[in-house]
């Protein structure tokens, strides 16, 4: 069984930093690009980032560029977002999502975890 578990949000100040980790379990992670997305409250989806299964290729939403971070552990099957510079819009709920084997890319997701809520507020 697929598992995505998410860690690590929290309250923080404008301008502060959080780390997310997202564990994974029930298959075979270092086999699939992983991603971000966030939905902050009243609004949609919105994508925030990706990684290649080998961690040497990640994309970011403009929103976000130059501020946060997507890296992998595939020996400790974790994925991670490190978040700098945060934002009041930045405020959502955060989840660690699972691409289809082969697909690098796109809204096409196949398994999610729980969410982790992320709060930017003085």
């Known amino acids: 069984e697929v598992q995505l578990v998410e860690s690590g949000g929290g309250l923080v100040q404008p301008g502060g930093s959080l780390r997310l980790s997202c564990a994974a379990s029930?298959?075979?992670?270092?086999?699939?690009?992983m991603s971000w997305v966030r939905q902050a409250p009243g609004k949609g989806l919105e994508w925030v980032s990706a990684i290649n299964s080998g961690g040497g290729s990640t994309s970011y939403a403009d929103s976000v560029k130059g501020r946060f971070t997507i890296s992998r552990d595939n020996a400790k099957n974790t994925l991670y977002l490190q978040m700098n510079s945060l934002k009041p819009e930045d405020t959502a709920v955060y989840y660690c999502?699972?691409?289809?084997?082969?697909?690098?890319?796109?809204?096409?997701?196949?398994?999610w975890g729980q969410g982790t809520q992320v709060t930017v507020s003085s």
């Open positions: 999502a699972k691409y289809p084997r082969g697909v690098v890319a796109g809204r096409v997701w196949d398994y």
């Open positions: 029930g298959f075979t992670f270092s086999s699939y690009s």
